[in-house]
Protein backbone atom coordinates (compact mmCIF):
# COMPACT_ATOMS: atom_id res chain seq x y z
CA UNK A 1 0.00 0.00 0.00
CA UNK A 2 1.68 3.11 -1.04
CA UNK A 3 1.67 6.07 1.42
CA UNK A 4 1.00 9.06 -0.52
CA UNK A 5 2.03 11.23 1.69
CA UNK A 6 5.83 10.04 2.04
CA UNK A 7 6.01 9.81 -1.87
CA UNK A 8 5.25 13.60 -2.40
CA UNK A 9 8.81 14.55 -0.70
CA UNK A 10 9.76 12.31 -3.59
CA UNK A 11 8.12 14.54 -6.23
CA UNK A 12 5.68 11.84 -6.51
CA UNK A 13 2.58 13.77 -8.30
CA UNK A 14 -0.92 12.51 -7.50
CA UNK A 15 -4.49 13.19 -9.17
CA UNK A 16 -5.96 13.54 -5.75
CA UNK A 17 -4.57 15.41 -3.57
CA UNK A 18 -2.89 13.83 0.15
CA UNK A 19 -5.05 15.13 2.67
CA UNK A 20 -4.76 15.59 6.94
CA UNK A 21 -5.79 18.33 9.12
CA UNK A 22 -4.14 20.05 11.92
CA UNK A 23 -6.05 19.40 15.31
CA UNK A 24 -8.01 16.39 13.09
CA UNK A 25 -8.42 14.33 16.32
CA UNK A 26 -9.82 17.10 18.35
CA UNK A 27 -13.47 18.29 19.63
CA UNK A 28 -15.14 18.32 16.84
CA UNK A 29 -15.29 14.23 16.67
CA UNK A 30 -18.42 12.78 19.27
CA UNK A 31 -16.05 10.54 20.81
CA UNK A 32 -13.27 12.87 22.13
CA UNK A 33 -14.51 13.97 25.36
CA UNK A 34 -15.57 10.59 26.29
CA UNK A 35 -11.86 9.26 25.54
CA UNK A 36 -10.25 12.54 27.77
CA UNK A 37 -12.53 11.74 30.59
CA UNK A 38 -10.92 8.74 31.12
CA UNK A 39 -7.85 10.78 32.52
CA UNK A 40 -8.05 13.19 35.40
CA UNK A 41 -6.20 15.53 33.38
CA UNK A 42 -4.79 16.63 29.97
CA UNK A 43 -1.58 16.09 31.21
CA UNK A 44 -2.63 12.03 32.17
CA UNK A 45 -4.41 12.45 28.61
CA UNK A 46 -0.90 13.08 26.60
CA UNK A 47 1.23 9.99 29.31
CA UNK A 48 -1.84 7.72 28.44
CA UNK A 49 -0.73 5.19 25.57
CA UNK A 50 -4.08 3.95 25.75
CA UNK A 51 -5.45 7.00 25.21
CA UNK A 52 -3.14 8.39 22.59
CA UNK A 53 -3.54 5.51 20.42
CA UNK A 54 -7.63 5.75 20.60
CA UNK A 55 -7.37 9.57 20.29
CA UNK A 56 -4.87 9.69 17.14
CA UNK A 57 -6.65 6.66 15.29
CA UNK A 58 -10.23 8.20 15.92
CA UNK A 59 -10.21 11.24 12.98
CA UNK A 60 -9.69 7.72 10.93
CA UNK A 61 -13.19 6.24 11.44
CA UNK A 62 -15.02 9.27 10.13
CA UNK A 63 -12.52 11.23 7.29
CA UNK A 64 -10.56 9.26 4.57
CA UNK A 65 -7.36 10.80 5.05
CA UNK A 66 -3.79 9.81 3.98
CA UNK A 67 -1.92 10.29 7.70
CA UNK A 68 -2.47 10.20 11.04
CA UNK A 69 -0.94 12.91 13.42
CA UNK A 70 0.10 11.57 16.92
CA UNK A 71 -2.00 13.15 19.79
CA UNK A 72 0.02 14.78 22.11
CA UNK A 73 0.83 18.44 23.03
CA UNK A 74 3.39 20.63 22.28
CA UNK A 75 3.68 21.77 26.64
CA UNK A 76 4.96 18.35 26.87
CA UNK A 77 8.52 19.75 26.75
CA UNK A 78 8.16 22.00 29.36
CA UNK A 79 6.11 19.99 31.73
CA UNK A 80 9.24 17.59 31.73
CA UNK A 81 11.08 20.59 32.46
CA UNK A 82 8.94 20.97 35.63
CA UNK A 83 7.33 24.21 34.57
CA UNK A 84 4.10 23.31 36.40
CA UNK A 85 2.20 22.96 33.19
CA UNK A 86 -1.81 22.66 33.62
CA UNK A 87 -4.84 23.23 31.25
CA UNK A 88 -7.78 24.59 33.14
CA UNK A 89 -11.23 24.77 31.44
CA UNK A 90 -11.83 28.19 29.92
CA UNK A 91 -8.02 29.40 30.81
CA UNK A 92 -6.15 27.13 28.39
CA UNK A 93 -2.56 26.04 29.37
CA UNK A 94 -0.38 27.85 32.44
CA UNK A 95 2.97 26.77 33.59
CA UNK A 96 5.48 28.92 35.85
CA UNK A 97 6.66 31.89 34.56
CA UNK A 98 10.18 31.84 34.16
CA UNK A 99 12.21 35.03 35.08
CA UNK A 100 14.90 36.74 33.32
CA UNK A 101 18.53 35.39 34.82
CA UNK A 102 16.19 32.94 36.17
CA UNK A 103 18.94 29.78 36.66
CA UNK A 104 16.05 26.99 36.64
CA UNK A 105 16.87 26.28 33.06
CA UNK A 106 17.25 22.60 33.91
CA UNK A 107 19.68 21.05 31.29
CA UNK A 108 20.15 16.92 30.90
CA UNK A 109 16.51 15.87 31.35
CA UNK A 110 16.11 12.97 29.14
CA UNK A 111 12.81 13.74 27.33
CA UNK A 112 12.72 10.16 25.68
CA UNK A 113 12.62 8.43 29.31
CA UNK A 114 9.50 11.49 30.26
CA UNK A 115 7.82 10.82 27.58
CA UNK A 116 7.86 7.22 26.87
CA UNK A 117 4.33 6.51 27.11
CA UNK A 118 4.24 8.38 23.59
CA UNK A 119 7.11 6.79 22.53
CA UNK A 120 5.30 3.25 22.67
CA UNK A 121 2.23 4.84 21.60
CA UNK A 122 3.67 5.50 18.11
CA UNK A 123 5.31 1.98 18.06
CA UNK A 124 1.68 1.01 18.52
CA UNK A 125 0.06 3.05 16.12
CA UNK A 126 2.91 2.35 13.57
CA UNK A 127 2.17 -1.42 14.06
CA UNK A 128 -1.83 -1.04 13.77
CA UNK A 129 -2.06 1.42 10.99
CA UNK A 130 -1.52 0.44 7.41
CA UNK A 131 1.63 0.97 5.84
CA UNK A 132 -0.55 3.78 3.25
CA UNK A 133 -0.92 5.97 6.11
CA UNK A 134 1.40 8.61 7.00
CA UNK A 135 2.07 8.83 10.38
CA UNK A 136 3.22 12.45 11.79
CA UNK A 137 4.98 12.85 15.47
CA UNK A 138 5.65 16.54 16.14
CA UNK A 139 7.17 19.42 18.76
CA UNK A 140 6.74 23.02 19.27
CA UNK A 141 9.80 25.25 18.27
CA UNK A 142 12.38 26.70 20.56
CA UNK A 143 10.86 30.32 20.32
CA UNK A 144 6.81 29.40 20.72
CA UNK A 145 7.85 27.11 23.63
CA UNK A 146 10.17 30.01 25.09
CA UNK A 147 7.20 32.13 24.94
CA UNK A 148 4.74 29.96 27.15
CA UNK A 149 7.86 29.67 29.44
CA UNK A 150 8.61 32.99 30.17
CA UNK A 151 4.41 34.10 29.75
CA UNK A 152 3.30 31.17 32.00
CA UNK A 153 0.46 30.97 29.94
CA UNK A 154 -0.69 32.50 26.51
CA UNK A 155 -1.04 36.12 25.39
CA UNK A 156 -1.78 38.68 22.73
CA UNK A 157 1.42 40.09 23.01
CA UNK A 158 4.42 38.31 24.49
CA UNK A 159 5.56 41.20 25.84
CA UNK A 160 7.56 39.58 28.19
CA UNK A 161 8.94 37.55 26.22
CA UNK A 162 10.01 40.19 23.64
CA UNK A 163 11.71 42.12 26.82
CA UNK A 164 13.81 39.17 27.65
CA UNK A 165 15.25 39.20 24.02
CA UNK A 166 16.49 42.76 24.94
CA UNK A 167 16.95 42.65 28.05
CA UNK A 168 18.39 39.60 29.10
CA UNK A 169 19.99 38.21 25.74
CA UNK A 170 22.19 35.47 26.93
CA UNK A 171 19.85 34.02 29.44
CA UNK A 172 17.27 34.18 26.43
CA UNK A 173 19.87 32.52 24.43
CA UNK A 174 20.77 29.74 26.78
CA UNK A 175 16.82 28.83 27.37
CA UNK A 176 16.92 28.52 23.47
CA UNK A 177 19.69 26.63 23.28
CA UNK A 178 18.37 24.12 25.62
CA UNK A 179 14.84 23.82 24.03
CA UNK A 180 16.96 22.88 20.47
CA UNK A 181 17.93 20.06 22.40
CA UNK A 182 15.29 18.96 23.88
CA UNK A 183 13.21 18.95 20.59
CA UNK A 184 15.25 17.40 19.07
CA UNK A 185 15.49 14.39 21.43
CA UNK A 186 11.71 14.35 21.06
CA UNK A 187 11.80 14.42 17.37
CA UNK A 188 14.46 11.72 17.24
CA UNK A 189 12.51 9.56 19.46
CA UNK A 190 9.55 10.19 17.64
CA UNK A 191 11.15 8.92 14.18
CA UNK A 192 13.03 6.06 15.86
CA UNK A 193 9.43 4.61 17.85
CA UNK A 194 8.08 4.92 13.74
CA UNK A 195 7.08 8.02 12.76
CA UNK A 196 6.97 9.14 8.97
CA UNK A 197 7.36 12.62 9.34
CA UNK A 198 7.85 15.33 11.43
CA UNK A 199 6.54 18.55 12.45
CA UNK A 200 7.92 21.35 13.78
CA UNK A 201 5.03 24.56 15.37
CA UNK A 202 5.97 27.70 15.75
CA UNK A 203 2.65 29.27 16.69
CA UNK A 204 3.83 32.18 17.80
CA UNK A 205 6.65 33.09 15.24
CA UNK A 206 4.66 36.33 14.04
CA UNK A 207 5.61 37.60 17.40
CA UNK A 208 9.35 38.14 17.01
CA UNK A 209 10.25 41.55 15.93
CA UNK A 210 11.83 41.55 12.46
CA UNK A 211 15.11 41.55 12.69
CA UNK A 212 15.21 38.50 15.34
CA UNK A 213 13.77 36.21 13.03
CA UNK A 214 16.64 34.94 11.78
CA UNK A 215 18.17 34.48 15.44
CA UNK A 216 15.07 33.32 16.64
CA UNK A 217 13.23 31.39 14.26
CA UNK A 218 15.76 29.91 11.63
CA UNK A 219 18.62 29.55 13.07
CA UNK A 220 17.27 27.06 15.93
CA UNK A 221 15.20 25.50 13.32
CA UNK A 222 18.16 24.94 10.98
CA UNK A 223 20.11 23.53 13.88
CA UNK A 224 17.36 20.91 15.22
CA UNK A 225 17.41 18.90 11.49
CA UNK A 226 21.41 19.45 11.60
CA UNK A 227 21.28 17.48 14.86
CA UNK A 228 18.77 15.10 13.55
CA UNK A 229 20.38 14.24 10.54
CA UNK A 230 23.86 14.05 12.73
CA UNK A 231 22.01 10.81 14.74
CA UNK A 232 20.67 9.30 11.55
CA UNK A 233 17.08 11.05 11.54
CA UNK A 234 16.34 11.42 7.90
CA UNK A 235 13.08 11.43 7.43
CA UNK A 236 11.07 14.47 6.51
CA UNK A 237 11.03 17.38 8.75
CA UNK A 238 7.83 20.13 8.07
CA UNK A 239 8.42 23.53 9.28
CA UNK A 240 5.30 25.78 10.19
CA UNK A 241 6.14 28.88 11.08
CA UNK A 242 2.72 31.23 11.48
CA UNK A 243 1.90 34.19 9.90
CA UNK A 244 5.39 34.61 9.40
CA UNK A 245 4.64 36.76 5.99
CA UNK A 246 7.56 37.30 3.82
CA UNK A 247 10.39 35.85 6.38
CA UNK A 248 8.33 32.66 4.93
CA UNK A 249 11.00 33.31 1.80
CA UNK A 250 14.34 33.30 4.16
CA UNK A 251 13.30 30.45 6.06
CA UNK A 252 12.26 28.40 3.51
CA UNK A 253 15.65 28.79 2.27
CA UNK A 254 17.94 28.55 5.60
CA UNK A 255 15.62 26.28 7.91
CA UNK A 256 16.46 23.55 5.88
CA UNK A 257 13.29 21.78 6.67
CA UNK A 258 11.98 19.39 3.64
CA UNK A 259 8.49 21.34 3.45
CA UNK A 260 6.99 24.84 4.35
CA UNK A 261 3.71 24.22 5.65
CA UNK A 262 1.40 27.75 4.80
CA UNK A 263 -1.13 28.98 7.30
CA UNK A 264 -4.53 30.78 5.73
CA UNK A 265 -3.12 33.68 5.75
CA UNK A 266 -0.63 33.22 2.29
CA UNK A 267 -1.43 33.51 -0.91
CA UNK A 268 -0.74 30.27 -2.88
CA UNK A 269 0.31 32.07 -5.91
CA UNK A 270 2.71 33.73 -4.17
CA UNK A 271 3.89 30.95 -2.71
CA UNK A 272 4.60 29.24 -6.02
CA UNK A 273 6.82 32.13 -7.14
CA UNK A 274 8.45 32.71 -3.88
CA UNK A 275 9.24 29.76 -1.29
CA UNK A 276 12.38 27.40 -2.40
CA UNK A 277 10.76 24.73 -4.15
CA UNK A 278 13.29 22.55 -3.45
Known amino acids: MVNKINNLFKNKVYQKTPIWFLRQAGRHIPEYYSIRSRAKNFIDFCLNEELIVESTKLPLKYYNLDAAIVFSDILMIPWAMNRNVKFTKNVGPTMDPMLPNESKIIKNI ?18 DLPPSICLIGFSGAPWTLACYMIEGQSSKDFINTRKAIWGSNVWFQELIETLVIYITDKLEMQAKAGA ?8 WSHMIPNNFFKNLAIDPIAKIIHLLRSRNVNIPVIGFPFKSGGSLIKYSYESNVDCVALDWTVNLSWALENINPS
Open 110 to 127: NIPLLLNPLENSIKTLRR
Open 196 to 203: DVLMIFDS
